[in-house]
């Protein structure tokens, strides 16, 4: 296991955030790193997510995780025990990263080796959907337990996602989650999202995700 | 059913927040109008909740609900069915409500002749906890799948609300959840929070909740 730094991330002084973050994507670019942007809910699993993404992809390519909260620790002690580098980024109460939040994790980090660099977002279906990360794709969790109905009330976060996963496909027995209602809810909302049933508990639809990942990544740091 | 408005609020002009929240709790009182401020995640069952609550106290007192979100009316929609008085705000993309919008909200509702009134809150864990919205009362769910380590990472939420509603209890043997754990977490953060274990599907728990919050709405519209 490797140890963790756990920094606070202060707020951006720019004024454009969207400028700010395409020049973090080009100089992600040159240094051929992807930066990945995990949003979701809380609960809804990310951590448990990227532990099952980082055992399917970690002897392919280098990987590192940054873990933004509000507070605690406990997701980047997690992500350690799989391997891989992590950080946990503090965010002082903000309900979002930024592209200089971003920016100043990814420096504290230290990412020139890193293929591919995860940035587990503040959980949260609003804010972070505003904000333009840096990021090379943005992807987020819809978890069942939450319902199908969650594309209705947060359109945006839906919107400008590149890929959906819809997470806990093993509790759909439990709860009323109409699958094929929120596939055309999300591909009303945005048609090019790619859309992956999946249990993180189980491991079922991972290796669609996990090839869609690794096709991302090739085309951002092979060309 | 009745029908219900759909009103967009504004952000507020106010620059105290914590002095205007105040001062709706003052014109609550003058009014004899209980208002809860209920707050969760995305999906935790902030709706179906209510319904149940509004089912075993709809007879004994006059009750509307506020239902607050970024976009769509399917809540008040479901609200409306129960019987009682429901309006659905939209906060155009603002991730929370503060007094004044409250107050727009509740000008717009028309609540004098109402005893309990129940904000639902946008669904998110962050930003409502940072606002005062006026509310006599704050109440949030957490539920079993989102897991018992969101007190670690949401502090604040958890600090601020005199009930903590435990929903989808009967799902305890889908999830790895530790109610005791959960429960000495919110405690070390609130000693004083009322916790209610319930399943808003079989109706299990509501008996303590509903009785909390008769004594409470009575010693507010009472006293």
Request: aromatic fraction near 6%; include cysteine.
């Amino acid at each position: 296991m490797e140890a963790y730094k756990v920094i606070q991330v202060k707020q951006s002084v720019f004024a454009n955030n969207d400028a700010d973050a395409e020049k973090l994507r080009h100089q992600l670019k040159d240094q051929k790193t992807f930066l990945l942007n995990l949003m979701s809910s809380p609960g809804s699993g990310k951590t448990t997510t990227l532990m099952r993404t980082i055992a399917l992809l970690k002897d392919e390519m280098k990987i590192g995780v940054m873990e933004a909260d509000i507070d605690s620790d406990v997701d980047a002690k997690t992500i350690t025990t799989s391997g891989v580098r992590a950080i946990q980024l503090h965010t002082g109460g903000m309900c979002h990263l930024d592209a200089d939040m971003t920016r100043q994790g990814l420096t504290e980090f230290g990412t020139q080796d890193l293929e591919l660099v995860v940035l587990e977002n503040v959980g949260n279906l609003v804010c972070p959907a505003e904000f333009d990360t840096g990021a090379v794709k943005n992807a987020m969790i819809l978890s069942v337990p939450e319902g199908d109905d969650k594309p209705l009330k947060y359109p945006l976060m839906f919107s400008i996602c590149d890929a959906v996963l819809i997470n806990k496909i093993d509790t759909l027995s439990v709860f009323d989650f109409d699958m094929d209602a929120v596939k055309a809810r999300i591909k009303k909302l945005n048609p090019n999202a790619e859309i992956f049933p999946v249990s993180a508990r189980t491991g079922e639809g991972f290796e669609a995700w996990a090839a869609w990942l690794r096709k991302e990544v090739k085309e951002w740091t092979q060309s």
